[in-house]
């Protein structure tokens, strides 16, 4: 069990080994502060043939020691409790979670099979606290699990006063591979053959091989100024994620009907899109004072190349903007 975090966020863990058991609970905790926010990300999983009391019991005390009114916790993960039926485990979960205002969000099932639908995956959070928030359904193809995406606005957050976040990345290029084979290929391996421990001379074999990668393609930072997609409507984006699901039902059906709709829906949906950013081009020339500037803005954005290569069809107060060269 484990959480990713981007690597533009700063966080803390907490030590829940004390009221982690294999076979009733397992959990994992970070803490985030976003400006004015301490937010509590805890993953829990309970095993479905553990013991329900004891892992009441653990979960129980497990928040005693996270929980303050000072911090946002939301609660996700694989209880297994199927939150579409009435249950005694429901029940008693849900009036465990009252108590510290969490309450159930996730109303659909989150694993589909032949023979079942059940919700059995779930978020739980203080929905007064966190008002302003969606979550829906990721079918990801990975799991017999669909996953779930929550999107939560924080309260007195100004994402505009944020700065700029720099992406963190290796470059990796042919002469670089090559420079790491060579050092590779020099290195004399002293403590990876000479230890008759199997897993100390691995942990020496990863160490050097380490060593030599992260000096050959070391982390760099690159600051990307973030551009706001004035042309992605709510409509594009829910299109966008139905062109996603007929992927997935593509790839699990041999039905050449459904693949042909699927080519169909992807030709639409691309003319749609190149609509919506021809209009919101000619609409930010025309409410500019200076048109010649924002058009030449729009180009530098969109390409690296010239100028003479920019062949999206611009207009301006009903009059065609000719190509420049």
């Known amino acids: 069990m484990g959480i990713f975090v981007h690597d533009t966020l ?23 502060k976003i400006l004015n926010n301490i937010l509590c990300i805890l993953c829990i999983y309970r095993p479905p043939a553990g013991n329900f009391e004891t892992f009441i019991h653990l979960f129980e005390s497990l928040h005693n020691k996270l929980y303050t009114n000072s911090i946002n916790v939301i609660i996700c993960g694989d209880v297994n409790i199927n939150y579409l039926k009435a249950s005694n485990h429901k029940m008693k979960l849900n009036s465990l979670l009252a108590t510290y205002k969490l309450y159930s969000s996730v109303n659909f099932p989150t694993r589909v099979t032949k023979h079942s639908s059940t919700a059995i995956d779930n978020i739980f959070m203080n929905k007064k606290s966190n008002s302003n928030y969606s979550i829906e359904s990721l079918i990801n193809g990975l799991s017999d699990h669909d996953a779930q995406i929550l999107v939560l606005v924080l309260r007195n957050i100004n994402t505009r006063s944020q700065k700029t976040q720099p992406t963190t990345i290796r470059q990796i290029n042919e002469t670089n591979i090559a420079q790491f084979k060579l050092h590779l290929n020099e290195e004399n391996w002293p403590n990876t053959f000479s230890e008759e421990d199997m897993e100390l001379s691995f942990n020496n074999f990863l160490n050097e091989y380490l060593r030599i990668f992260n000096h050959i393609f070391p982390l760099k930072k690159y600051y990307n100024k973030h551009i706001n997609q004035g042309w992605l409507t709510k409509g594009i984006k829910i299109s966008c994620h139905h062109k996603r ?12 009907k459904i693949k042909i709709y699927f080519r169909t829906y992807c030709k639409i949906l691309s003319k749609v899109i190149k609509m919506a950013k021809r209009h919101h081009f000619n609409n930010l020339i025309m409410r500019s004072k200076n048109k010649s500037k924002t058009m030449w803005n729009i180009v530098k954005t969109k390409t690296n190349t010239r100028v003479s290569k920019y062949k999206l069809p611009l207009t301006t107060e009903g009059k065609s903007i000719k190509k420049l060269s």
């Open 10 to 32: 700063s966080c803390t863990s907490t030590d829940l080994t004390e009221y982690c058991n294999e076979q009733d609970l397992e959990a994992c905790a970070l803490k985030f």
């Open 245 to 256: 699901d007929l992927y997935m039902l593509c790839k699990d059906t041999n039905n050449l």
